[in-house]
């Protein structure tokens, strides 16, 4: 089957072996993935490993056999694939045998995939194919990092460096549907107009200076994925008592933080990363009810993978690109 993988090395678009459901699995014939920046750092930590593994965390298809023992599936069921591997109920944290669909698990950038049948739920009918395929990595992220974490509430301010994300763009749209107040960043006055024109209430240049511009502004919550380049920036901007919640780090990892100013802020400091699939339920029961779908960007032909790798590399998208494999 076609695929695009990472083998010795190098990013590929070609043929890989076609796999086949064992005890508990489903095969699922994908009619479209979603790329995300983990997507971008899978070669790196590969390196030169000469195993080739299909990339991909994302993705929606339609069910094409079962395993022995699948119980709850047919075969033409459409559905979306879930990559918080083995995290089924919401905790604190994950569980230590948590893992994300795409390494070291063959992923969705591929005409077919093999997964556990705990691992699919059933495509929200409001959603095209490619815009299912976009729902499960990004928007669980977002979801979990705003309400589980940030425990946001109408009425709140959230404040949301980096506008373009996927992820940042769930953000607005989740956190307007509760009644939030959203004020986002972005060094593209495009794209600042695009957030505007998708919910939010302020955009701000990044390049500029936050306290003044946001003078007039309370803001109750930061979510952060950006790292070094914001994190102290988005303090400075946080109201004494307000939650900041980090679910990634696209500059640098490591921050210098000036603790004696935190606890006298009384700062609230939340990790985050995806979620569970009691989360994701949820989640989806918030887009069926609100009929929230993804911003999509560009839609590109798995033969054109590179491509779409590429503007990503380069972050020249407003929301999510999509591989049309069906």
Excluded at 125 to 152: C, I, K, N, P, W
Excluded at 183 to 202: F, H, M, P, W
Excluded at 263 to 283: C, D, I, K, P, V
Aim: charged content about 30%; some cysteine; overall charge negative.
């Amino acid at each position: 089957m076609k695929a695009i993988f990472h083998e010795k090395g190098e990013l590929k678009v070609g043929r890989v072996e076609e796999p086949k459901a064992k005890k508990c699995e489903v095969v699922v014939s994908i009619h479209a993935a979603g790329l995300n920046r983990r997507d971008l750092m899978i070669p790196r930590r590969r390196g030169d490993a000469a195993e080739p593994l299909v990339l991909g965390s994302d993705g929606a298809g339609v069910i094409e056999s079962l395993g022995e023992g699948v119980m709850d599936w047919a075969v033409g069921d459409e559905v979306i694939i879930n990559p918080s591997l083995r995290w089924y109920e919401n905790h604190t944290c994950p569980p230590e045998e948590f893992e994300i669909l795409g390494m070291p698990d063959n992923g969705t950038f591929a005409e077919k995939i093999v997964i556990s049948a705990e691992q699919i739920e059933r495509k929200p009918t409001h959603l095209s194919m490619e815009e299912a395929a976009v729902v499960s990595l990004s928007a669980l992220t977002g979801y979990r990092a705003l309400f589980t974490q940030a425990d946001v509430k109408k009425g709140d301010t959230v404040f949301i460096p980096g506008a373009g994300s996927g992820v940042a763009t769930f953000l607005i749209q989740f956190a307007k549907d509760v009644g939030a107040r959203v004020i986002v960043t972005s060094r593209s006055e495009e794209k600042r107009q695009k957030a505007i024109e998708l919910g939010a209430d302020v955009a701000i240049d990044t390049s500029s200076n936050w306290v003044e511009a946001l003078a007039n502004e309370t803001i109750d919550i930061v979510i952060d994925s950006v790292g070094k380049a914001t994190f102290n920036r988005s303090l400075e901007v946080l109201k004494r008592g307000g939650r900041i919640v980090v679910f990634g780090a696209t500059t640098e990892d490591l921050v210098e933080l000036d603790l004696r100013k935190f606890f006298y802020g009384q700062y609230q400091l939340f990790g985050s990363t995806m979620g569970s699939r009691e989360e994701l339920r949820a989640m989806l029961k918030h887009m069926e009810k609100f009929k929230t779908k993804p911003v999509i960007d560009r839609v590109y032909n798995l033969d054109d993978g590179m491509d779409a790798f590429r503007a990503l590399t380069n972050s020249e998208q407003f929301g999510k690109l999509v591989l049309k494999i069906k």
